[in-house]
């Protein structure tokens, strides 16, 4: 297993609304998904390409990859799912009724609503931030920066 020497393509942030704090310590997975994904992933199943836990900053700056030779692509159209398991943070925080939500997928397409007209260089394209912003009974997420 390798880690990235880098600031990865894909980095995320998790932080919790509703004590205005990080959420440390959270178990993330990235994976990839087939070309042109349909909603439902019955027929293919994604390919785990590397795990990484926030750290106490509530970030994800880099990914320990399940075989040396993946890496993630920034190629425009290449879809990826990031699932943030929150079961045991929500536990830890609220006791044992923990959170609403057990785990957070969240799907995205490299490349998507961009025409390169944002005023940012192509470097900063192929970056993609993805903080997730949660609280027991919901949580929102965005591309961030």
Request: aromatic share 12%.
């Amino acid at each position: 297993m390798s880690t990235s020497p880098h600031r990865p393509a894909i980095t995320a942030h998790v932080l919790d609304t509703t004590f205005g704090r990080p959420a440390s310590n959270i178990p993330v997975s990235l994976f990839l998904l087939p070309s042109r994904c349909p909603f439902s992933l019955l027929s293919q199943q994604p390919t785990l390409l590397a795990t990484s836990i926030t750290n106490s900053d509530g970030r994800i700056v880099s990914w320990t990859f399940s075989a040396a030779n993946l890496e993630i692509s920034t190629t425009k159209g290449t879809t990826y799912l990031l699932r943030f398991e929150t079961k045991e943070y929500y536990e830890q925080v609220y006791g044992p009724a923990g959170g609403f939500f057990p785990w957070i997928d969240v799907v995205f397409v490299m490349g998507a609503g961009e025409d390169g007209g944002d005023g940012r260089v192509e470097d900063e394209r192929k970056h993609y931030h993805v903080p997730v912003l949660l609280s027991r009974f919901s949580y929102t997420t965005y591309r961030g920066s």
